[in-house]
């Protein structure tokens, strides 16, 4: 999930469109509700943040230490003109990349996926191996092995994989699942569409694999057990 932090709506709009044509989930907020969201989210929640784009607000540098307190996802600034002394106070303060717009969705992405292989070089697996060592989940948007070749997955499935392969061992519900691949905090959770994508991938996985590594347990939730 992206986070679009702009106090103009109609800019970050266009964004959150941008990131949603990608297949990436992303919502809009304002930097003061960012830092209320940041203050009663569960961990769960703010560790699936993949990025947080930073365009106009008050003061970003206040809004960027609020988020770097909680989560050590890749933040990216928007500048809308070319000044040195404003880069180096956005880096100072704790922004990992900055950009000019305009700029294209992919580009952002991209060098999120770049700024979090660097973050996880060396622990890029999920936290543990799966029961036999045939499972491999990465976590920097690469699709998962089996036995060392590709399991091509649509991009929502790979996301619900890879959150599912963080929290290993623990249950989550269909709404910190939701939250996490369509970035909607606030709405009612859609579990229809949670559940499609779920049976989609744990057929995909049961098929190579010769078991499910993933339980359901019914009115509460999923875990990875590998």
């Not at 960012?34 to 365009?55: F, H, K, N, P």
């Not at 600034?77 to 070319?82: D, F, G, I």
């Amino acid at each position: 999930m992206y986070i679009v932090v702009d106090e103009r709506r109609s800019v970050a709009d266009q964004y959150v469109a941008g990131f949603d044509a990608e297949g990436a989930a992303a919502r809009f907020v304002t930097a003061e509700t960012m830092q209320l969201w940041l203050g009663t989210a569960s961990r769960q929640d703010v560790e699936a943040i993949e990025g947080v784009l930073i365009g106009d607000c008050d003061d970003r540098a206040s809004c960027t230490v609020a988020i770097r307190s909680a989560t050590q996802a890749p933040i990216i600034a928007l500048n809308e003109t070319r000044s040195l002394e404003q880069t180096l106070d956005l880096f100072t303060v704790g922004i990992d990349d900055v950009v000019r717009k305009p700029v294209h969705v992919r580009e952002i992405i991209a060098r999120a996926s770049a700024i979090r292989r660097r973050m996880n070089r060396g622990v890029e697996k999920a936290p543990a191996p799966d029961r036999d060592g045939r499972l491999t989940v990465f976590v920097d948007g690469r699709d998962p092995e089996i036995d060392g070749k590709s399991l091509i997955l649509p991009r929502r499935e790979r996301h619900i994989l890879e959150y599912l392969a963080k929290h290993r061992g623990r249950q989550v519900t269909k709404g910190q699942i939701f939250a996490a691949v369509y970035g909607d905090l606030d709405t009612e959770v859609e579990e229809s569409v949670v559940e499609g994508h779920i049976s989609k991938l744990r057929k995909k996985l049961r098929t190579q694999l010769g078991y499910d590594p993933i339980e359901a347990k019914r009115m509460a939730g999923y875990t990875f057990i590998g």
